[in-house]
């Protein structure tokens, strides 16, 4: 399961709270708006009825305006990569899309 294996990437991290943690990670989107990679930092609900959801913090290049920052596993398809989780869907605003989250911190 990707969220699991998400999961416990962060809890190897110091500082990471292992009820719904925030971290710091690069993103890479790839959608019909081209390719676009920034620092952000990101929360990924583990405890709650939301559980599976992750929800990125918008930065300068990834609006809320161009690009979802909010994703659920009923709604995008999740997979596990060696260092992080890769999320793709199809959208009207987006096209084909895809993120890549590789975590880098725990959120201070």
Same mark, same amino acid.
């Given at each position: 399961m #990707? ?9 190897? +991290?110091d500082?990471? !709270?292992?009820? !719904? #943690? ?12 081209? /390719? ?12 709650? +009825?939301?559980?599976?959801n992750? *929800?990125?913090f *918008? /930065?300068? @290049?990834?609006?809320?305006d ?6 659920? *596993?009923k ?5 596990? /990569? ?8 199809k959208?009207? @605003? +987006? ?12 959120? @201070?």
């Open positions: #990707p969220v699991g294996k998400l999961k416990s990437l962060l809890s190897k +991290m500082g990471i !709270n292992n009820n !719904n #943690p925030i971290f710091n990670c690069i993103v890479t989107c790839t959608s019909k708006h081209g /390719t676009v990679s920034d620092t952000t930092s990101a929360r990924l609900d583990v405890d709650t +009825m939301s559980h599976g992750i *929800e990125l *918008e /930065t300068d @290049k990834l609006t809320s161009k690009y979802h920052l909010g994703f659920q *596993e709604f995008q398809t999740y997979s596990s /990569t060696v260092d992080g989780i890769k999320i793709s869907g959208s009207d @605003k +987006m096209g084909d899309y895809s993120f890549i989250i590789v975590p880098t911190s725990a959120k @201070k």
